[in-house]
């Protein structure tokens, strides 16, 4: 049963049926082009250590990653209303030209290619703003013109767990319970059976309550509930990040993490927890602002990670998180940062270090590591808990930065986590809470990683996070291009100042709800210029990144 299902819900690679619908596929990119474009992502076989769990959790185990691979079936119909009929038509297709595009879609989870600003593939359709979180013909304005007229209707309508649809002359808002019910009955099932597995309480919660937010819509005490998780078994399985809604930044996509807690290196990094108030304190930005009302709640766990569906295995694989997104939640626990470390070091030696031999100059190299590189990774995601949150308006009342900065807050979030992952990764090295031999490798690491997320894509939240940050600190000087070897490098005596100078611009922002002026610095800083292209263009032989094959699948029953 299990198998029959991986092999409907997960991005199918079964090729053996014959026949292709013209109606459903009209055109193709060239097959040549497209095998290209798979041979970007380097296949890794993704293992975890199989002893660590006793029978009765490698049994709830088991029941976890079933329900995960749900989460790939859901994602794949909210990217875009027309995945399922386009996979089915693969499905039947034993066009062996077709094979390429099959493997693409797969990894993409739709045909628009994710690292060249979602180019179609499949057809000459665009990718709609909104995803296929709302109708398709629907527009912005008509969407803000409809909750003007029913203001009664706002707080569905741009709720993160509702689907717009088109009823007839209306708009509707319907919860996620409701518009995706045929996968979350059967998920939330598999969560009650991992649940009644498992011998520890506090993952047997997690799952309860989970599964029953799949069926009320309500994901608040599921969310409190895993910020209480410990166990060795660190899941998080539901809606979640915004980004693949282009149109707003509204609605969350399904995905899931199945991780096993790596306990030394959990606890070696927790001590990064003890300072974030400190932290925040030291963050360069106006005292009357800063936030010291989320919860001191905020674990550090370093994992290996099993399985991963939906929304964070789409094109490129993620290194870390930092979740819940919940105000509501942060304000009263906090966040957890959870490391993917097989993920990154799977990342650093086949993507990484071969990037950074080709765009850095040689003086730079020597200060690189894979503990550095890592590091920087776990401040990226301890400052997306820091800074503002809830912000009080006129009125009274409090909303989120995200609801005034609408489109423009991922992009600005993102490299508020960047760059102030350097500036506290800085920090605690003159503290000596990290060595502090490792504070001059920070900058060029970062700058090798830039070089790295780009190739996703720079107009997706990461990678103009990426242009805005290199750009900005290009332009302050605390990056240097050397035009004779067409590489670059950092100037020890102006980064510093650069990157405080870009965070602080980025936290007043979040702080004010500024929606204008991160406009106009996305707009004045979001571009790639032409010295990045140049060297950009040397990265043609490297792997953009991996594409994981599950060791956990061939387990399954």
Same mark, same amino acid.
């Given at each position: 049963?299990?198998?029959?299902?991986?092999?409907?819900?997960?991005?199918?690679?079964?090729?053996?049926?014959?026949?292709?619908?013209?109606?459903?596929?009209? #055109?193709?990119?060239?097959? @040549?082009?497209?095998?290209?474009?798979?041979?970007?992502?380097?296949?890794?076989?993704?293992?975890?250590?199989?002893?660590?769990?006793?029978?009765?959790?490698?049994?709830?185990?088991?029941?976890?990653?079933?329900?995960?691979?749900?989460?790939?079936?859901?994602?794949?119909?909210?990217?875009?209303?027309?995945?399922?009929?386009?996979?089915?038509?693969?499905?039947?297709?034993?066009?062996?030209?077709?094979?390429?595009?099959?493997?693409?879609?797969?990894?993409?989870?739709?045909?628009?290619? @994710?690292?060249?600003?979602?180019?179609?593939?499949?057809?000459?359709?665009?990718?709609?703003?909104?995803?296929?979180?709302?109708?398709?013909?629907?527009?912005?304005?008509?969407?803000?013109?409809? &909750?003007?007229?029913?203001?009664?209707?706002?707080?569905?309508?741009?709720?993160?767990?509702?689907?717009?649809?088109?009823?007839?002359?209306?708009?509707?808002?319907?919860?996620?319970?409701?518009?995706?019910?045929?996968?979350?009955?059967?998920?939330?099932?598999?969560?009650?059976?991992?649940?009644?597995?498992?011998?520890?309480?506090?993952?047997?919660?997690? !799952?309860?309550?989970?599964?029953?937010?799949?069926?009320?819509?309500?994901?608040?005490?599921?969310?409190?509930?895993?910020? *209480?998780?410990?166990?060795?078994?660190?899941?998080? &399985?539901?809606?979640?990040?915004?980004?693949?809604?282009?149109?707003?930044?509204?609605?969350?996509?399904?995905?899931?993490?199945?991780?096993?807690?790596?306990?030394?290196?959990?606890?070696?990094?927790?001590?990064?927890?003890?300072?974030?108030?400190?932290?925040?304190?030291?963050?360069?930005?106006?005292?009357?602002?800063?936030?010291?009302? @989320?919860?001191?709640?905020?674990?550090?766990?370093?994992?290996?990670?099993?399985?991963?569906?939906?929304?964070?295995?789409?094109?490129?694989?993620?290194?870390?998180?930092? !979740?819940?997104? *919940?105000?509501?939640?942060?304000?009263?626990?906090?966040?957890?940062?959870?490391?993917?470390?097989?993920?990154?070091?799977?990342?650093?030696?086949?993507?990484?270090?071969?990037?950074?031999?080709?765009?850095?100059?040689?003086?730079?190299?020597?200060?690189? #590591?894979?503990?550095?590189?890592?590091?920087? &990774?776990?401040?990226?995601?301890?400052?997306?808990?820091?800074?503002?949150?809830?912000?009080?308006?006129?009125?009274?009342?409090?909303?989120?930065?995200?609801?005034?900065?609408?489109?423009?807050?991922?992009?600005?979030?993102?490299?508020?986590?960047?760059?102030?992952?350097?500036?506290?990764?800085?920090?605690?090295?003159?503290?000596?809470?990290?060595?502090?031999?490792?504070?001059?490798?920070?900058?060029?690491?970062?700058?090798?990683?830039?070089?790295?997320?780009?190739?996703?894509?720079?107009?997706?939240?990461?990678?103009?996070?990426?242009?805005?940050?290199?750009?900005?600190?290009?332009?302050?000087?605390?990056?240097?291009?050397?035009?004779?070897?067409?590489?670059?490098?950092?100037?020890?005596?102006?980064?510093?100042?650069?990157?405080?100078?870009?965070?602080?611009?980025?936290?007043?922002?979040?702080?004010?709800?500024?929606?204008?002026?991160?406009?106009?610095?996305?707009?004045?800083?979001?571009?790639?210029?032409?010295?990045?292209?140049?060297?950009?263009?040397?990265?043609?032989?490297?792997?953009?990144?991996?594409?994981?094959?599950?060791?956990?699948?061939?387990?399954?029953?």
């Amino acid at each position: 049963m299990t198998r029959v299902l991986f092999f409907m819900m997960c991005c199918v690679l079964l090729l053996k049926i014959s026949g292709c619908s013209k109606k459903v596929i009209e #055109s193709v990119a060239d097959p @040549r082009e497209v095998k290209a474009q798979v041979d970007k992502f380097a296949p890794v076989v993704i293992q975890y250590d199989t002893t660590i769990l006793d029978e009765n959790e490698t049994a709830a185990l088991h029941k976890i990653v079933e329900a995960a691979i749900i989460m790939d079936e859901i994602f794949l119909h909210q990217v875009y209303a027309e995945n399922p009929a386009i996979r089915e038509a693969l499905m039947k297709s034993t066009d062996l030209e077709l094979v390429p595009h099959k493997q693409l879609f797969n990894i993409m989870f739709g045909p628009f290619n @994710r690292l060249e600003n979602d180019k179609p593939f499949i057809n000459k359709n665009l990718k709609p703003d909104g995803a296929n979180f709302y109708p398709e013909d629907m527009t912005k304005e008509e969407f803000i013109s409809w &909750i003007t007229d029913h203001p009664e209707d706002k707080e569905s309508f741009e709720h993160v767990f509702t689907k717009i649809e088109r009823q007839g002359d209306s708009l509707s808002a319907i919860p996620y319970s409701e518009a995706y019910k045929e996968w979350l009955e059967p998920a939330a099932t598999l969560l009650k059976e991992a649940a009644h597995l498992t011998k520890n309480e506090s993952l047997k919660r997690y !799952l309860t309550s989970r599964a029953a937010a799949f069926l009320s819509n309500d994901y608040y005490q599921s969310d409190m509930d895993w910020m *209480d998780l410990d166990s060795q078994i660190e899941v998080v &399985i539901g809606p979640y990040e915004v980004y693949e809604d282009k149109m707003f930044n509204y609605k969350a996509s399904f995905e899931s993490f199945v991780t096993i807690v790596d306990p030394a290196e959990s606890k070696k990094l927790a001590v990064v927890a003890k300072h974030l108030k400190e932290l925040e304190k030291a963050l360069p930005y106006a005292e009357k602002y800063k936030n010291f009302e @989320r919860g001191s709640e905020s674990p550090v766990k370093v994992v290996q990670e099993v399985f991963s569906a939906g929304d964070t295995k789409a094109g490129v694989q993620t290194l870390a998180f930092n !979740l819940p997104n *919940d105000e509501r939640v942060r304000e009263a626990k906090g966040s957890k940062k959870v490391m993917l470390k097989n993920i990154a070091h799977a990342k650093f030696d086949k993507i990484y270090m071969p990037i950074a031999n080709i765009v850095l100059a040689a003086d730079m190299l020597e200060l690189l #590591s894979f503990d550095g590189w890592y590091t920087h &990774i776990l401040m990226h995601e301890v400052t997306h808990g820091l800074g503002p949150g809830m912000l009080k308006q006129e009125d009274g009342s409090s909303v989120p930065a995200s609801k005034l900065l609408k489109e423009t807050y991922s992009a600005i979030e993102e490299c508020k986590a960047d760059v102030g992952g350097m500036y506290t990764f800085a920090y605690l090295c003159k503290k000596g809470i990290f060595p502090v031999s490792q504070e001059k490798g920070i900058y060029p690491t970062y700058l090798a990683g830039i070089f790295r997320s780009v190739r996703f894509g720079a107009d997706e939240a990461h990678g103009i996070a990426n242009m805005i940050a290199f750009n900005y600190i290009l332009e302050q000087g605390g990056f240097e291009y050397i035009g004779e070897i067409e590489k670059f490098k950092v100037n020890d005596k102006k980064i510093r100042d650069a990157v405080s100078n870009l965070l602080n611009n980025l936290l007043s922002i979040e702080a004010t709800g500024n929606y204008d002026a991160a406009i106009e610095l996305i707009n004045n800083y979001g571009a790639m210029p032409e010295n990045m292209k140049t060297v950009i263009a040397k990265l043609a032989n490297v792997p953009v990144d991996i594409r994981p094959e599950f060791e956990i699948i061939g387990t399954l029953q």
